[in-house]
Structure formats: C-alpha cells, structure tokens
C-alpha cells in the first residue's frame, strides 16, 4: 500500500498509530520526528513529501494545552491553523489526501443531543477557534480531505486524563470532580483504529466526520469509572463548573452524533467504559 505520514507521530495519538501499525504489521506508515516533519517548517515540509510521495498525510500534531492557549493566541493559531495550512498545500501539489484531527471544542456546547457534522460551528475558547480555523483553511486547498473530530482523548500514552486521576487517585482519599459538563472520553487507540479504516477503503466519501466512543458521561462520571476499573479507592464529589473556574471555557455539552462514520466506513463504535478498561489494563502493564 501507498505511504502514509503521520505528523505528530511522537504525540498521544501519533504513539497510539506506531502501537497499531505493529500490532497489524502494517508497514505503509512513515513515523517522522519533530525535526524531520515541523508542521511550521514548509521547505522541510517540501523535502519530506518529495522524499515518500504519500497517499495520505495524517494530522495529529496540534497546540492542545486548552487553557494555556488563551494567552499563548499566536502559537495556538500558527500550529493549529498555519501548520493545516502548510501541509494542505503541499497534499495538493503531491496529490496526497489529508486527514485531519480536529475536536469537539469547535462547538458553543449549548444544545443538548448529539452534535452532527453540519450543526453550527461556534467555539468559546482560542483553542476551539484555532481547531476550527484549521479546518476552514483545507477546502480552498484540496478537494481530498477527511476531517475528523473527536473529543476527550486518553490512552497508554503520553500525558491525559486517565494518567492524571489514576495518579491524584494514589495521592489524595478525595477529589473533587466536574459533574454538568457532558461529552464522551475517547481511548485514542480507538480512534487511530477509525482512522485506519477510512484509509484501508480507499473511500472517496470526503468531508467532516465526528468519532469518538459510544455513550455519555460527565468528567465526574469518567472519573468515577477509573478509579472503579482501577480498584483504587477515592471518595469522588461531584462539583459545578462554576466551583472550579479555568482560564478557557469549555463546552458543557459536547456529545457527538457517529451515525455518518458508522455508515460510510462500517465501522462499529466501542462503548467509553469498555475502551477505558481496556486501556487501564494497559497502563498497569507499563507500571
């Protein structure tokens, strides 16, 4: 099969790609470093595409340190929107398909059912604008695009939720947890796997699409499953986001409808609490 880049491949969901791609030996992916594949870097940019020709170029290299980004607006915006835009022109010189990983942040979050594709984008953080930004900048440029959305990533990998309670859970007999905002955790294996398939097919179904795992749960909710899944024992109080104030605000309902991905791609969606006991497994291996 044709190459396939991944950017970002030292990241959360890059290292969730490098454990897949071992798993099923698949061999078609190419894994540049940082310094290789600077998503800022156009003429380095330029010589990798020339170098692997790829099929498919994917996306994963993003600015997500949610709160920092309201004060770091320029670094936010160049990674998150510059860097789109830099590998969208080079897909389109080299006939490369894009994918790109965009997020649940794009949305207002006040409506209660599931988000689909087409509901109105209006984000309430720098970063939510700076993802959104970053889609926005692909159609003028390239006609062979799949943009992926997902929302509340964790895996084995790299720093996430799961990791922080599970290490908050060891050191404090309490914590207090966000219980009114709504979304559903997404083990990025999962998503890397989705990812996988739209490639695999070959589809020409472009355009914007949402996964993330089946269900709904609050942050309070996740937690609670963690520390259950993990065996630890954590007395977990449910709190309003108004007692517990950040520097960006999040959507309190982020929910997002998968029929399109289910049915474009067959694929069948995991539910949240299954994929997190998977990887709680995993974590404790790596412990």
């Known amino acids: 099969m044709s190459k396939t880049i991944i950017f970002g491949a030292s990241g959360q969901l890059g290292q969730c790609f490098k454990k897949l791609a071992a798993d099923k030996g698949l061999d078609f992916f190419i894994f540049p470093d940082e310094t290789e594949a600077n998503i800022l870097d156009v003429e380095g940019l330029g010589k990798l595409f020339a170098k692997y020709k790829p099929a498919y170029a994917v996306n994963c290299a993003a600015y997500t340190a949610v709160d920092k980004a309201e004060d770091d607006i320029e670094l936010a915006e160049k990674i998150n929107k510059t860097g789109v835009e830099n590998i969208a022109k080079l897909c389109g010189e080299h006939g490369t398909k894009l994918i790109q990983v965009s997020t649940d942040f794009v949305f207002k979050g006040d409506i209660s059912s599931p988000l689909n594709e087409d509901d109105e984008t209006l984000p309430i953080s720098v970063y939510g604008q700076t993802k959104l930004d970053g889609e926005k ?19 084995e990998f790299a720093n996430n939720y799961v990791k922080t309670m599970l290490r908050l859970g060891s050191e ?6 966000i219980a009114d905002q709504a979304g559903t955790p997404t083990y990025a294996i999962d998503l890397a796997d989705c990812i996988i398939t739209i490639i695999q097919s070959g589809s020409t179904a472009y355009g914007i699409y949402h996964y993330s795992n089946e269900g709904i749960a609050s942050w309070y909710d ?3 499953a963690i520390f259950e899944i993990a065996g630890t024992q954590v007395k977990v109080i449910p709190i309003p986001t108004s007692d517990y104030p ?19 791609f067959g694929i069948e969606v995991p539910y949240w609490r299954e994929s997190l006991q998977v990887c709680i497994v995993q974590i404790k291996k790596q412990n």
């Open 172 to 177: 404090r007999p309490e914590l207090k947890i």
């Open 222 to 224: 996740f937690s609670k």
């Open 137 to 155: 900048v692909i159609p003028p440029l390239l006609n062979e695009y799949f943009i992926v959305r997902t929302a509340w990533l964790y895996s």
């Open 246 to 264: 950040t520097r960006a605000v999040r959507p309190p309902y982020s929910v997002m409808d998968k029929t399109k991905i289910k049915k474009t």
